[in-house]
């Protein structure tokens, strides 16, 4: 499989990569986007973020930034391809060249990923592909694992199945419950989806046979 590359910000460029960010929640892996991007030198720039539910954290964040929002809720739609279709318009008027799924508790539909092939990525709470789905954490304590930690993938069809980009692991302690362990593994995970998310807007990326390169 190639996928088109995505072309990195030109060096010294006044104009940084746009990125639209969707969330669900608290948006702290958000928050690590928009405190690095506060710096020119990022090279990206947090252009819109959108949630598909209202009052949540991850908008207020946005809001304090100054940060355009916009919620698409699949509730107030007749189908979930409409929701999916409302959801790919509302992003694409920011004209993103990379979208970032930080906490988006929705899979995007076939439409999504077809009007931004190559440029939708995620950040999932396990080391894929083990412990795919809402309950990584919790799933690899349940199984024993001794490490776990956090992927930051490319956005395919499947359900945390894209390309790797990026990986961090985690070192599971004895007393660990869910939350503890999830709590861990997202500081870890903020300081791994900043450093690629960078490296994305500024080197730009290509995918050949899965494999996900820097640089084009
Ligand atoms: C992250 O661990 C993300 O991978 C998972 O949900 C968490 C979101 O955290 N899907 P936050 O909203 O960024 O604080």
Redesign the pocket.
């Known amino acids: 499989m190639s996928t088109p590359s995505v072309e990195p910000t030109p060096s010294g460029a006044a104009a940084p990569a746009r990125v639209v960010v969707l969330?669900s929640?608290?948006?702290?892996?958000?928050q690590a986007l928009l405190d690095a991007s506060a710096d020119p030198a990022y090279g990206a720039r947090i252009v819109a973020v959108g949630a598909d539910r209202d009052e949540i954290e991850?908008l207020a964040r946005a809001d304090r930034h100054n940060v355009p929002t916009f919620v698409a809720r699949l509730k107030d739609f007749s189908s979930r391809d409409a929701w999916d279709h409302a959801l790919a318009d509302r992003v694409a008027a920011f004209e993103p060249d990379l979208v970032v799924l930080?906490?988006f508790?929705k899979l995007v539909g076939p439409e999504f990923l077809e009007r931004f092939e190559g440029k939708v990525v995620n950040?999932?709470?396990a080391l894929c592909p083990s412990f795919p789905g809402v309950n990584g954490p919790g799933d690899a304590l349940a199984y024993g694992v001794k490490v776990t930690g956090?992927t930051l993938f490319v956005v395919d069809a499947g359900v945390d199945t894209g390309p790797i980009v990026a990986q961090t692991v985690v070192p599971v302690e004895d007393d660990d419950d869910a939350s503890a362990l999830?709590e861990r593994?997202?500081v870890a995970?903020r300081r791994m989806l900043v450093d690629n998310v960078g490296r994305m807007a500024r080197e730009g990326f290509r995918i050949t046979d899965r494999k996900v390169r820097f640089g084009l």
Do not use: D, F, Q, R
């Open positions: 969330v929640g608290s948006g702290t892996n958000l991850g930080a906490g508790m950040t999932h709470p956090a999830h593994i997202k995970e």
